[in-house]
């Protein structure tokens, strides 16, 4: 049963939206669960958002790019900050 659980993750999709303080805007992006934030900031820049000394936060945590959607605990709806280093 474990692996059948596996396997349909492969299928699993959560639509989510990133948050983007700077310009106040919301955008909605479409996840897997093995998906990283490197995934998710590749797609930030395929729809023309620029992610570079930006910095992911999820429920007040700051986020690592090597983390999976799954490790994030991302649900279907989340909202993710994206918000520029301090310098």
């Known amino acids: ?3 059948l659980r ?3 993750s492969r299928w699993k999709r959560y639509h989510i939206k990133v948050h983007l303080a700077d310009e106040a805007l919301l955008l909605p992006l479409t996840v897997r669960p093995r998906d990283t934030l490197s995934d998710l900031r590749a797609q930030l820049v395929g729809q023309g958002v620029s992610s570079w000394k930006r910095t ?3 429920n007040a945590r700051r986020l690592d790019d090597h983390q999976t959607v799954r490790d994030m605990r991302l649900q279907d709806g989340s909202v993710l900050l994206l918000v520029s280093d301090p310098r």
Do not use: C, K
């Open 56 to 58: 992911f936060y999820y």
């Open 6 to 8: 596996r396997g349909l």
């Open 1 to 3: 049963m474990e692996g």
